[in-house]
């Protein structure tokens, strides 16, 4: 009840931060497409989570004031939310964002929810209402059109890049990641699930990446890229988290939710006016449907 509190002292700054916050996420794959140019993917990946996890460790001994200690049947299913939420998701991330536009990757990460909706109903035999359904068309249809640039028969064709399909692979990670933590979730806060899955999910990032030479490699890395990992650890995760949290305690999950379909609106504009990124008809159609769709999902719960 303390966290609450202190969350709706500060309740008339909710709705400016929330769409700070999506600006900030939006701005994540600006941030990640600049470190990328010059940063092993491994690397950027474990430095903007390894500040993310200083700033949220800092965060949960504030609000929290300690860490629970965990049951031997609550740690195996922290490690596998850090496994797919930090460590897949953003390996995919990187990865993908090495070749993939930033707007075209936000605009499939834009389509988590309708993904979390349909595996929700084929293993989690949640109801698949009509609205729902709906969505979930709208947003395949949008996401087809932006993967293939207009040209559907292209997929059919086999035409899609490696970099699209680890951006699919953001997404599927995710599902992951959602389903898992509904398991979690009941037992710790989200704040203590989220700080402990970054810590499990930045330590198997580090391995990784000094397996990739990041050891000896750290010394190369463009001034830029530095800038963009600060970017996506401090503003792109802890203070979006932050926020977003105080956000939800607010005013309720399903309202603080609304606000995501901001986050491709915000990573397309940037990338258009940081990146000199084309905003193209397919783009915008694609992006519409996908908005919609994924707006229909959401309003459907």
């Known amino acids: 009840m303390e966290n609450v509190s202190l969350y709706n002292q500060g309740r008339s700054w909710v709705y400016p931060k929330l769409i700070l916050t999506m600006a900030f996420w939006g701005g994540t794959f600006i941030a990640a497409r600049i470190a990328v140019q010059t940063m092993e993917p491994f690397a950027a990946a474990f430095c903007r989570f390894a500040i993310a996890s200083l700033c949220l460790v800092a965060l949960t001994l504030r609000l929290e004031g300690k860490f629970p200690r965990l049951t031997s049947r609550q740690l195996p299913f922290l490690i596998l939310l850090g496994l797919s939420g930090i460590f897949a998701y953003n390996a995919f991330f990187f990865l993908g964002l090495q070749t993939v536009p930033a ?13 979390i909706a349909i595996f ?3 293993l989690l035999k949640e109801p698949l209402t009509r609205l729902k359904g709906m969505g979930i068309a709208l947003s395949l249809t949008g996401v087809t059109v ?8 292209a997929l059919l064709a086999g035409d899609m890049g490696r970099g699209e399909l ?19 979730m009941g037992e710790l806060s989200p704040l203590i699930t989220t700080t402990y899955s970054c810590l499990f999910g930045t330590l198997a990032l580090l391995i990784v990446a000094l397996f990739r030479g990041f050891a000896t490699d750290w010394t190369t890395f463009a ?27 607010a005013i309720g999950s399903a309202k603080a ?10 990573a397309i504009a940037l990338a258009a006016l940081l990146l000199g990124e084309s905003i193209t008809l397919p783009l915008v159609i694609g992006g519409a449907l996908v908005i919609s769709g994924v707006y229909l999902t959401n309003c459907s719960r």
């Open 257 to 266: 939710s609304v606000f995501i379909n901001l986050v491709p609106v915000f």
């Open 120 to 122: 929700s109903a084929l």
């Open 146 to 153: 932006v993967i293939s640039g207009g040209n559907p028969l």
């Open 166 to 184: 680890y951006i699919l692979g953001c997404v599927l990670s995710w599902v992951v990641y959602t389903l898992v933590g509904k398991r979690v």
């Open 103 to 115: 707007s075209r990757a936000a605009l499939i990460v834009a389509t988590n929810p309708v993904f």
């Open 223 to 249: 001034p830029e890229a530095w800038m963009s990992v600060a970017y996506l650890g401090i503003l792109g995760t802890a203070t979006g988290f932050n926020w977003y949290y105080e956000g939800v305690l």
